[in-house]
């Protein structure tokens, strides 16, 4: 079955670490996004990426890395620069702009600890 | 001003009522548009498009105003199963592949 899997679901961090959050798909989307959602708040975009070996910051990107080595794989890294990184951490992808819909991958909750 | 904005609710609606929100967007460009459900604790699915000339899922209708730059989904005969966070989420970028999100509103419906 083609879909996006994110993994872990849950993940713990002590402070000062970094922190690496897996997002694959087989869906053959050229766009992959990282979004990040807040209890009680809507979703803020990270990173996207719209092809192979490169990418764009979205509204929130401090504090995080992104890379974009395979056309299925958006890996997003949580530095320690991140002051606030508690979060629910969507990955999305998408066919070509402007158009059809982002599909979701299930989603990493990450907690700092 | 945001460039998506909802009414965050909560809108709380007995069994069987029809309830409708509305998602204004600032970017006149904007092309393309979505209603997304989300529950709680799960990631965002798509519940549908929404096209220039309107369209209707069952019980869901969607429409877009580009002249006040708004759209609105509405829910006739609502379910319990119907409860749920309902995200509006605009493409303001044409020729990118930025998507931008509400930040939702939040429908419950009682028995």
């Known amino acids: 079955d083609g879909g996006i899997t994110q993994s872990p679901k849950y993940l713990f961090r002590k402070e000062g670490q970094n922190v690496t959050l897996s997002c694959e798909q087989n869906?053959?989307?050229?766009?992959m996004y990282w979004y990040r959602q807040d209890p009680g708040q809507g979703l803020r975009l990270i990173y996207y990426s719209q092809i192979v070996n490169d990418f764009q910051k979205g509204d929130i990107a401090e504090g995080y890395s992104v890379s974009r080595e395979k056309k299925e794989s958006f890996p997003l890294t949580v530095t320690s620069a991140q002051k606030n990184p508690t979060a629910f951490y969507l990955c999305?992808?998408?066919?070509?702009?402007?158009?059809?819909?982002?599909?979701f991958g299930q989603g990493t909750r990450l907690t700092v600890v | 001003r945001k460039e998506v904005e909802q009414d965050p609710g909560p809108f709380n609606v007995p069994e069987g009522a029809t309830v409708a929100f509305n998602c204004t967007y600032s970017n006149s460009a904007s092309q393309s548009f979505f209603w997304y459900r989300q529950d709680c604790r799960k990631e965002p699915k798509l519940l549908m498009s929404?096209?220039?000339s309107g369209n209707e899922d069952g019980r869901f209708t969607a429409q877009l105003n580009r002249a006040s730059q708004y759209i609105s989904l509405l829910i006739r005969d609502s379910k319990l199963s119907d409860s749920a966070t309902y995200l509006c989420?605009?493409?303001?970028?044409?020729?990118?592949?930025?998507?931008?999100f509400g930040t939702g509103t939040r429908l419950k419906v009682l028995a």
């Open positions: 999305a992808s998408s066919t070509t702009g402007g158009g059809p819909e982002a599909f």
């Open positions: 989420v605009v493409n303001t970028s044409p020729g990118t592949y930025k998507y931008i």
């Open positions: 869906l053959n989307h050229d766009a």
């Open positions: 929404v096209y220039s």
